[in-house]
């Protein structure tokens, strides 16, 4: 249970970044991530990375630059502008949903206006999903300059899209519903220089 612990990547630019090892049974076609971040980065760098051999940003969380998010489904992206950070925790929700395509974006508790991406696409299961590093081949083919460096924890990944209550839960870290992917019971593997550590303040 990492219960008040968070990932700390040292270095920048980086090689480092952490395995995570989801149970996934079938395809997906609505899913929503939640991950914590904290950084002083102004270049690009990647959250969340989820590949399949077919598509290496099957799912990506992208920070482009400290105002911006990108969210990539299937290959293709949304921009999410948000205010430039005042060097804080981050935190970030984004859900999909194949029958529509919408997208849900929530920055720190609050929802961004929806959008669209990739409707009736469906997303594949056999997947690597790495903290820390962009994808450009299943499992590799990382570019450094796209690295993250700083601190990241409370990583979800749900095989639904969730109710807004349960997006403001994710922020307040409160109860939440059972997940793919949950930090209180993360299946995981740190390759290179990441240290787990107690997060300093709530």
């Keep these: 249970d990492l219960y008040r612990k968070v990932f700390v990547f040292r270095k920048d630019p980086s090689d480092a970044y952490v395995v995570l090892r989801a149970r996934l049974e079938q395809p997906l076609h609505n899913f929503t991530v939640c991950l914590r971040s904290y950084t002083d980065l102004s270049r690009p760098h990647s959250l969340f990375s989820y590949a399949t051999k077919a598509q290496d940003n099957e799912i990506l969380l992208f920070k482009p630059r400290p105002e911006e998010y990108r969210f990539y489904v299937g290959g293709k992206?949304?921009?999410?502008?948000?205010?430039?950070?005042?060097?804080?925790?981050?935190?970030?929700?984004?859900?999909?949903?194949?029958?529509?395509?919408?997208?849900?974006?929530?920055?720190?508790?609050?929802?961004?206006?929806?959008?669209?991406?990739?409707?009736?696409?469906?997303?594949?299961?056999?997947?690597?999903?790495?903290?820390?590093?962009?994808?450009?081949?299943?499992?590799?083919g990382f570019d450094l300059y796209n690295s993250f460096s700083g601190e990241l924890t409370d990583v979800y990944l749900w095989d639904t899209g969730l109710s807004p209550d349960k997006m403001r839960a994710a922020f307040l870290s409160l109860r939440l519903p059972p997940a793919l992917l949950a930090w209180n019971s993360l299946s995981y593997e740190v390759k290179g220089d990441v240290v787990l550590k107690t997060r300093l303040r709530e």
């Excluded at 859900?95 to 009736?120: A, D, H, M, Y």
């Excluded at 469906?122 to 590799?140: H, K, N, P, R």
């Design 77 to 140: 992206f949304v921009t999410f502008r948000v205010p430039e950070g005042r060097r804080d925790w981050e935190h970030v929700c984004a859900s999909w949903e194949s029958s529509t395509g919408i997208v849900g974006f929530w920055f720190n508790g609050k929802p961004w206006p929806r959008k669209g991406l990739q409707k009736g696409y469906t997303v594949g299961a056999t997947a690597a999903i790495l903290l820390g590093q962009e994808q450009d081949s299943f499992g590799g």
